[in-house]
């Protein structure tokens, strides 16, 4: 099994730090390697658990003063070997309610039995390129689980609030007292009458069956900025799940994926296509037609211009999401069509033209054929 690393080093803090500095430090690795933010990555599901074992002690006066004493002896008793969260006595739900809200997709437990915030929930959106450049409003559908009509989110037949747990006295948890080589140990868990809950419904309501909410399709209005770029989120206040207890509403954060568009690219602001042009344009300079995402615009070619040369329209890109009036470039690269399926005129006066020029009309042929001859000089 691998040694395990230092509490202190796992969550970037000094040794000395205060209480307020271990915390903050946890805040931010949590959130960053959270199991909801990052599914099916193993690396930071690992990461997650291997900060929260170590705040697990660094967070309680007495484990981490047996820890700074002993160092990983002196807690591992305590049932953080192979470190799992079964054990963990510290309120996930508190820590994070303030930036997860009960996580993606699940609602919060509720661990007090008091209001307890609802699940946010998440929904992919795909736009086409234009609609993301310029903005548009869509309607979506989503089905999420909100307060039964019935008896509005009480859970009861007749519409009265739950009986409280006598077995827990409403708070959802009951403790436990724990024998271990450092003295008693308290732990918490579910009250096993009311599942957490705090309450108990005797007279389940007939249509949600006692659990106050039920399955629901909901039309919502979205209001995409111009300028938004794909993987960006939007926060729709309070769309997403019901809180427990009376708590406020989940968020609901829209997820932008853009379509791939047949002529332009895009990054960040700046917008790129590729313009194809004839060999008598590049050669004697021509205006061309550039296509914009704002439409076509005219632009002038230099007599000699070469296959591959960058140009740049400033400002004909992507509005600024949060500065309207600002706006990214365009860029293109022209490339240069060799013509296929010539008649034998064609080929002939291309033959005249060929045997008209000479090594002054041609400066990269001369320059690569001299390297060659110095090469084997």
């Known amino acids: 099994m691998a040694e395990k690393r230092d509490y202190y080093e796992v969550l970037g803090v000094p040794k000395g730090a205060s209480d307020d500095e271990i915390k903050k430090a946890y805040r931010k690795m949590a959130k960053q390697h959270h199991p909801d933010l990052n599914p099916n990555d193993k690396a930071s599901e690992a990461k997650f658990k291997e900060a929260s074992e170590a705040y697990s002690v660094l967070s309680d006066a007495d484990k981490r003063g047996k820890y700074d004493q002993f160092g990983h002896a002196g807690v591992d008793g305590q049932g953080f070997g192979g470190f799992d969260g079964s054990g963990f006595n510290i309120d ?166 853009l379509r791939p568009h047949p002529v332009f690219q895009r990054d960040g602001y700046h917008t790129y296509c590729e313009v194809p042009i004839t060999f008598p344009q590049a050669a004697l300079g021509a205006e061309i037609d550039v296509p914009t995402i704002d439409g076509n615009t005219k632009f002038t070619l230099k007599e000699g211009t070469q296959p591959n040369e960058m140009y740049t329209l400033r400002g004909k890109g992507i509005p600024h999401i949060d500065r309207g009036n600002l706006r990214g470039d365009h860029k293109f690269r022209v490339i240069l069509e060799v013509p296929k399926h010539l008649d034998n005129k064609q080929k002939e006066v291309l033959r005249q033209f060929g045997e008209s020029t000479s090594n002054k009309n041609y400066q990269k042929v001369e320059s690569f054929f001299g390297k060659i001859k110095d090469l084997f000089k």
């Open 92 to 257: 996930i739900e508190d820590l994070f309610g303030s930036f997860f809200g009960g996580g993606f997709g699940g609602g919060g437990r509720n661990r007090r039995g008091g209001p307890q915030r609802g699940a946010n929930l998440k929904y992919k959106m795909n736009l086409d390129f234009m609609e993301a450049a310029f903005g548009v409003e869509r309607t979506i559908n989503i089905n999420k689980d909100d307060l039964c009509d019935t008896c509005k989110g009480t859970g009861t037949k007749d519409g009265t609030q739950p009986d409280k747990c006598t077995q827990c006295q409403g708070t959802g948890q009951v403790t436990a007292r724990q024998q271990t080589m450092f003295g008693n140990m308290m732990t918490q868990r579910p009250c096993p009458a009311c599942n957490g809950k705090g309450t108990i419904i005797k007279n389940p309501c007939n249509d949600c069956h006692g659990a106050g909410r039920r399955q629901k399709t909901k039309n919502l209005s979205v209001k995409v900025p111009a300028g938004i770029d794909d993987g960006q989120m939007l926060t729709l206040r309070g769309e997403g799940e019901p809180g427990a207890a009376g708590g406020p509403y989940g968020d609901l954060y829209v997820e932008v994926h």
